[in-house]
């Protein structure tokens, strides 16, 4: 049997293991009042969704959800539109999260446009969408990873294509143009 003294130990090692090693240095950069690198704040001052930097994470923290346009919302989950798109149709799947400021510029400013919508809703396109934060297994397993913005075409299952980012809605629809058919 473990005394309390042992258990202790035990969860304070676990502790260090979650927090991935952090640093006295790491910590120490995650004050509240830290302002946020050069090259983060020039694209914080990009954005016009509500949003601050967090520095425990680096990341910047969207204040505002956008919602996304019919053709995406209304759409099956990533599984399913694989499954119903079979070799006929390409499945367009948008990997965004809630928290993420740049992938909610991204549903404003792209995924929202008109020429988008009507892109997305032309026969060789089945488009979906995952929250990486309400369904990380989901992503984890088809797509094989969490990273947000992210675009992927996938045919049969497999990603044939990929558009890494927040992106205009000019070079998502250059991109979807790209995809070979």
């Not at 601050?52 to 399913?80: K, M, N």
């Not at 390409?90 to 995924?111: N, W």
């Not at 446009?113 to 809703?121: P, Q």
């Not at 297994?137 to 992927?152: C, E, F, K, V």
Request: glycine letters at 4%; a neutral charge; one cysteine or more.
């Amino acid at each position: 049997m473990m005394s309390v003294r042992s258990i202790s130990v035990v969860f304070a090692f676990a502790a260090v293991v979650a927090c991935g090693g952090c640093s006295p240095s790491k910590l120490a950069a995650a004050k509240p009042d830290t302002p946020p690198p050069p090259a983060i704040r020039a694209w914080m001052d990009r954005l016009t969704v509500a949003h601050e930097y967090d520095p425990a994470t680096g990341f910047i923290v969207a204040r505002e959800t956008v919602a996304l346009p019919p053709v995406i919302a209304a759409s099956p989950a990533l599984d399913e539109a694989i499954a119903r798109a079979g070799s006929d149709r390409i499945v367009v799947a948008f990997a965004t999260a809630d928290r993420c400021a740049p992938c909610q510029q991204f549903k404003r400013d792209a995924l929202n446009d008109s020429r988008v919508i009507a892109r997305l809703s032309e026969a060789p396109f089945l488009p979906t969408h995952v929250e990486v934060d309400r369904s990380p297994a989901l992503a984890d397993a088809i797509l094989g990873t969490r990273s947000i913005p992210m675009t992927y075409a996938l045919r049969d299952g497999t990603i044939i294509a990929t558009l890494r980012g927040q992106r205009a809605a000019a070079e998502l629809l250059a991109w979807l143009d790209a995809i070979p058919q």
